[in-house]
């Protein structure tokens, strides 16, 4: 099962706290951790508008804009690649699908509330493999960044397992 079908699965009440030992941007704002994310930021307002912004609202919202951006730059991308003549479903192509995953799954778990401290283990093997196919494509994938990338999933591994 995916951890996106638990976090808005049908009444999971997943997203009603901020974190659970993972990272995403709310814990920035230096409220309880552990306390309801569906509380909107402006209690007193007199428009209506105001009282909805919460937390889970606005998480829910940047997570849906930015995979939109992300979809939309993905599909120019395969559109470009296209016209130039190249077959449908090629090597380079399946891994931008992969690096799409990636991203949206990294997208997931910075910007949605109630994040456990496992779900970004879902982004790390796909940058990786996409990491490791796409260099030959582009120079956007050099050296530094694969250590830099290994280095990230090692020291988020041994902060995982140091909680456990």
């Known amino acids: 099962m995916s951890h996106l079908q638990v976090i808005w699965g049908v009444r999971s009440g997943h997203s009603n706290i901020f974190s659970v030992n993972g990272f995403n941007i709310w814990v920035f704002l230096h409220r309880d951790l552990s306390g309801p994310s569906h509380q909107p ?5 007199k428009y209506a508008f105001l009282k909805t912004l919460s937390p889970y609202n606005i998480s829910i919202f940047l997570f849906l804009a930015l995979v939109a951006v992300l979809s939309i730059s993905t599909l120019l991308r395969l559109r470009n690649h ?4 190249d ?19 990294f997208c997931f778990n910075v910007l ?6 496992r779900y970004l283990f879902h982004f790390y093997p796909f940058l990786l ?15 530094p960044r694969l250590a830099a990338i290994l280095l990230g999933s090692t020291l988020y591994g041994l902060f995982v397992l140091g909680i456990l």
């Open 87 to 105: 077959t449908f479903f090629t090597k380079e192509v399946l891994l931008n699908f992969i690096l799409y995953l990636a991203i949206a799954s």
């Open 41 to 45: 930021f402006f209690f007193f307002s």
């Open 82 to 85: 296209y016209k130039n003549g």
């Open 112 to 117: 949605i509330t109630r994040t456990h401290k």
């Open 129 to 143: 493999l996409a990491y490791l196919g796409l260099r030959e494509y582009s120079k956007l994938f050099s050296k």
